[in-house]
């Protein structure tokens, strides 16, 4: 198994990229290779500062970088020597089985789009982002990708987050709710409510109902469904817990610090402990990080990179949602 990692993804790129790859190789298969995309002579500048580069991690070279300002749906065209683009470009090609990176999140996912595009009976592709809760992590989707939706997007958000939580979490039979304001029927607005009525009669599905913002840390469900505004919010919300309860204190968790009696809060509260998210519904494993991760979100999002390929996400979620195998032997 190969994994493109994104070298130039963070706002510190290429630090945490190198260090987070070098950790994982102690932690992954020994099948599994690293192939760090990017500037060739900044990131062999970055892996001389850790000594001798590891047997299984390799770099390849792409001189352009990926950047905020750049809009999202062109890079592929006026980019297209980016970290970003060569290293899908390289899963599109077969020559990786997964990509992963902390770049632009407009950016991975409109060029994931292009060129991995969607599996059929897909029409919006979703992020769905692993969250902490005081029992097992749950996915939340979408996290981002679709601040618009309609009731039937949801559903089929709901099945790709319930096929990915089955066959990549390690649940056999995911709960999935709703995130509503109340958990009575008929809460929420029109789309939350006609999307709660076509999931109760929705087959392939364990829908528990709905699950207000305090049921998630008790993590009462496997699966959260929101469209992408409102999961963005509560994603972004997770973002600044950790941060907010060490900032009076005047302390920062770094990678694998111990922060007083605050580090098992902590672990529970860091999504960075969760690794990446994945993009849902294209044909090939794209795990989109966030631009601030240190090293062990990194090594995190490999690992739920190679869980994805090693489970066969893509080919579990062709067959479920095409009911049909056509579209991965043309792939093939």
Sequence with gaps: MRIALDAMG???????????????????????????????????????RHGQCPDRL????????????????????????????????MQQAGEVDAFVSAGSTG?????????????????????????????????????????????????????????????TMGRPQPKVSLLNVGEEPG????????TYDLLLDEPGLCFVGNVEGGGLLRGECDVVVCDGFVGNVLLKFYEGVAASILSPLGKERDDDEETGGLSDVLRILDHADTGGAPLLGVGGVSIICHGKSPP?????AIAVAARAVSSDMVGHSARNISGSGAWLEEMK
């Design 296 to 300: 062990r979100a990194i090594r995190n």
């Design 58 to 89: 390799h770099v390849h070279h792409a001189p352009e970088q990926v950047t905020a300002a750049d809009p999202a749906a062109s890079v592929i065209r006026k980019k297209p020597s980016s970290s970003m683009v060569v290293g899908l470009r």
């Design 187 to 194: 809460k929420g607005g029109e789309l939350v409510a006609d």
């Design 107 to 167: 950016a991975i996912m409109a060029t994931s789009l292009f060129t991995l595009r969607r599996l059929p009976g897909i029409d919006r592709p979703a992020v769905g982002t692993p969250l902490p809760s005081l029992k097992d992590p749950f996915l939340l989707i979408d996290s981002g990708a679709n601040v618009d939706c309609k009731p039937e997007h949801l559903v089929q958000f709901a099945h790709l987050g319930s096929i990915y939580a089955q066959h």
């Design 10 to 48: 963070t706002d510190r790129a290429p630090m945490p990229e190198v260090t987070g790859a070098i950790q994982s190789l102690s932690h992954l298969d020994s099948d599994i290779e690293v192939v760090l995309i990017g500037d060739e002579e900044i990131v062999r500048t970055e892996l001389e």
